[in-house]
């Protein structure tokens, strides 16, 4: 009998990988920061493409070190869709980034949105 997987393992891999890239670390140190090996981070970044699911004490401490917990990772508070407004919130609660860093991603994320959303609408 195959387990049912409820946690959304593409969106905790991009996370993870999100967070070495801004804390520019190898997989060998965000490994050790987690508490796993970098076998098991390896295959956590694969997402659900890894062959093996992660371990429950894999999947806590991977979530912790988000500063996470596992429920944020679950596939029913996935969005089947977004806006542009949570595009923004989310851009703006970046950590690590001046104000004014921020209003200029809002600025070119709109407009590449608003340029594919004409371009969308003149085919």
Do not use: Y
Request: net charge neutral; proline share 2%; hydrophobic share 40%.
């Amino acid at each position: 009998m195959e387990a049912e997987v409820t946690i959304d393992l593409d969106r905790l891999a991009k996370e993870l990988s999100d967070k070495m890239r801004v804390n520019d670390q190898s997989l060998r140190a965000a490994a050790a920061e987690i508490g796993c090996s970098a076998a098991t981070l390896s295959r956590l970044l694969q997402g659900s493409k890894a062959d093996n699911l992660p371990d429950t004490k894999s999947l806590l401490r991977s979530v912790s070190w988000l500063d996470k917990s596992l429920s944020d990772f679950e596939l029913s508070r996935a969005p089947s869709a977004t806006s542009m407004t949570d595009v923004e919130v989310h851009l703006r609660a970046l950590p690590g980034l001046s104000e004014q860093h921020k209003q200029a991603l809002v600025a070119i994320v709109r407009a590449a949105h608003d340029e594919f959303r004409t371009r969308s609408k003149k085919r």
